[in-house]
């Protein structure tokens, strides 16, 4: 039984590897880039629209709901970034029904590759929304002596993010093999779903904990007006 699909080997030149990690995460990102295209190609703004525009400004006005629910208020600054997250784990999920295909969720080195875009992306929104001073400052209040204990959880706080992804990935996908190995003709549809399942609930939640995580780097506060 293979844990990751980086043990899929397809060319070896010394010590670099193309192995079905790298492969299926370009082919997902090539789907991802075209759809993305072809769908934006003719869009209309009249009554009339095609499905696939519709499906899209679905999903769109859905991330971006979730996104001001979180406490960002201008969700459209992370739209991209935060809704590229999900369509990338949630497509990779979806993947599974394909025959042959192998989610690219399912490798360490993957999942590992979000969580350092989501380390990267919390500063860089953070400066973008209190300046560079503003964001470095958050590290040492209320008093200096907080600062290495501040570090010490965006550190961990990535890694959590890469192991628990990669983890409801790869256990999902053992429970499924395991199942369809002793009762291959009686729950394989019903495994699948379930797959499918787990791997949407694991994009939400991905995109959602990076959203906090942005949201509490720029420190958004809601003002609540009482009415007197």
């Known amino acids: 039984m293979r844990l990751s699909p980086d043990e899929i080997i397809f060319w070896q030149l010394g010590f670099f590897k193309l192995n079905a990690t790298i492969i299926f995460t370009w082919v997902l990102m090539l789907v991802l880039a075209i759809g993305a295209r072809l769908i934006t190609h ?9 499905r696939w525009q519709n499906l899209l400004e679905i999903v769109v006005t859905g991330i971006e709901q979730q996104i001001k629910e979180v406490g960002l208020t201008q969700p459209r600054t992370y739209l991209g970034f935060l809704g590229t997250l999900f369509l990338f784990v949630a497509a990779a999920s979806l993947g599974t029904v394909i025959p ?3 989610p690219p969720t ?22 973008a929304e209190q300046g560079i001073g503003g964001f470095l400052k958050s590290y040492v209040q209320p008093t200096f002596i907080i600062l290495p204990f501040n570090i010490i959880s965006e550190i961990s706080r990535t890694l959590a993010l890469a192991v628990r992804l990669f983890g409801n990935m790869m256990s999902g996908a053992m429970i499924i093999a395991i199942l369809l190995t ?15 399942l787990t791997g949407m609930v694991q994009a939400y939640i991905f995109s959602i904990l990076a959203a906090v995580y942005i949201a509490a780097a720029a420190q958004v506060h809601k003002t609540k007006v009482k009415a007197q």
Not at 42 to 50: A, C, T
Not at 106 to 127: D, Q, R
Request: charged letters at 10%; proline letters at 6%.
């Open 106 to 127: 399912g490798s360490l080195s993957t999942t590992t590759a979000l969580a350092l875009c989501v380390f990267v992306a919390v500063p860089l929104f953070g400066i």
């Open 42 to 50: 003719k869009l209309s703004v009249d009554l009339k629209r095609s």
């Open 182 to 196: 002793i009762t291959p003709f009686l729950f394989p549809i019903v495994m699948t779903l379930l797959g499918l």
């Open 100 to 102: 042959g295909f192998e």
